[in-house]
């Protein structure tokens, strides 16, 4: 199984790590960034144990995925806008920065911004629905 290259905010500062699809983010927290002040309790989402703020929300960390932790990614995901995977840390990284500099970019925007990253598998169409969906996420989330 392909492990996915996760890029995130942690304690406000940029962070990076692999880690399996299905992989919890308490898994990745501890095991994959060495941040063992998050603690396994339950494992079922009970206890509190391993509370963690993602956008926002307190969640319980050992029933989160971690390709979760940041919505761009996680709108890939839904989007099946990834197949090799070859281009995708270029598009999410340029969609990031997208998103930073405007979060309410329009369709023709977007397409411009991501015109220096090439694609051989998806087509550019699920790429760009997968950004616009996180700006309207980003957005509602900010509400």
Same mark, same amino acid.
């Given at each position: ?48 144990? =391993?509370? %963690?703020?993602?956008? *926002?929300?307190? /969640?319980? !960390?050992?029933?989160? +995925?971690?390709?979760?932790?940041? @919505? ?11 197949? =090799?995977? %070859?281009?995708?840390? *270029?598009?999410? /990284?340029? !969609?990031?920065?997208? +998103?930073?500099?405007?979060?309410? @970019? ?38």
């Amino acid at each position: 199984m392909a492990r996915l290259h996760i890029e995130t905010t942690i304690n406000g500062e940029p962070a990076e790590f692999l880690c399996d699809p299905h992989e919890t983010l308490l898994s990745a927290l501890r095991n994959g960034l060495g941040l063992t002040g998050t603690k396994e309790g339950c494992s079922t989402g009970d206890c509190g144990a =391993c509370s %963690v703020i993602v956008d *926002g929300r307190l /969640v319980p !960390a050992c029933l989160v +995925l971690a390709p979760e932790a940041h @919505p761009l990614q996680q709108k890939f995901l839904e989007h099946a806008a990834l197949q =090799c995977g %070859v281009c995708t840390p *270029g598009f999410i /990284v340029a !969609a990031a920065a997208l +998103l930073d500099a405007k979060p309410n @970019p329009t369709e023709e925007e977007t397409r411009f911004w991501l015109a220096g990253n090439l694609c051989r598998c998806t087509g550019y169409d699920k790429i760009i629905r997968a950004v616009l969906d996180t700006a309207a996420h980003i957005r509602e989330s900010a509400v």
